[in-house]
């Protein structure tokens, strides 16, 4: 199973919801990632979790909540977002994060569609 | 500060002829280099990547290669086929910090049968 596996594809939600975008990896990768891409822009890096323990924030606002609840499955909590946070949503997995230089290939999943209105 | 490059938002070829991609850094540190390509509506899907040891990696139809002294890595396809048409990304990362890549823009490779 060489899949990133992400859930749901498309996300309508309202400024006071609160949902949850969830990612799944069987690839035995220890290393987890979220990233946003807006439209015509390249994938922006918002955590990284390594050995299920958030290893990075990219100064990502608090209304985004990340959970690693095992090491195959990466959850990204949403609450209060704004218009401004619709965008598509990656989840990917690598071997590592650091080490060897090939553990660090990233394999993404498709994405969430997330329109906040 | 941008510091992954890719000049071109978007490249024409037919097929059967070889397309080349390329893309520019500015940060030194890196040493480690991957390309991915992108339908829309999908994710990433990883392609090849190179090592600042090496200067050339092949596979298949696809090969990197890297100038370390121009600080410019190019990804070339050959033969190019319509299935290739996608967006191509760049992207870079350093020893210490292998987990994070930096993305450039994007080319859009179009392959006109």
């Known amino acids: 199973d060489t899949e990133v596996t992400q859930t749901p594809k498309h996300l309508v939600m309202g400024m006071t919801n609160k949902k949850s975008l969830k990612c799944e990896q069987h690839?035995?990768?220890?290393?987890m990632y979220w990233y946003k891409q807006k439209a015509k822009k390249p994938p922006e890096l918002m955590f990284v979790?390594?050995?299920?323990?958030?290893?990075i924030n990219e100064s990502v606002p608090s209304r985004f909540s990340p959970e690693c609840p095992n090491s195959s499955l990466l959850n990204l909590h949403l609450h209060a977002l704004q218009p401004e946070d619709s965008a598509l949503y990656l989840c990917?997995?690598?071997?590592?994060?650091?080490?060897?230089?090939?553990?660090?290939?990233?394999?993404f999943g498709p994405g969430t569609r997330l329109t906040v209105l | 500060d941008q510091q992954v490059k890719q000049n071109s938002p978007s490249l024409s070829v037919q097929e059967g002829r070889i397309s080349i991609l390329n893309c520019d850094y500015t940060n030194s540190m890196f040493d480690y280099f991957l390309w991915y390509k992108k339908y829309p509506a999908e994710g990433p899907t990883f392609l090849i990547s190179i090592s600042s040891i090496k200067d050339k990696n092949e596979d298949g139809r696809f090969t990197v290669f890297l100038n370390k002294s121009a600080k410019h890595l190019s990804l070339h396809i050959v033969p190019s086929q319509p299935g290739d048409s996608a967006v191509y990304f760049c992207a870079a990362s350093f020893g210490g910090s292998n987990y994070k890549l930096t993305f450039g823009k994007g080319t859009l490779l179009t392959v006109n049968p």
């Open positions: 690839m035995g990768h220890r290393a």
């Open positions: 979790y390594s050995y299920e323990k958030l290893s």
């Open positions: 990917a997995s690598s071997q590592q994060a650091g080490g060897h230089l090939s553990y660090n290939e990233q394999f």
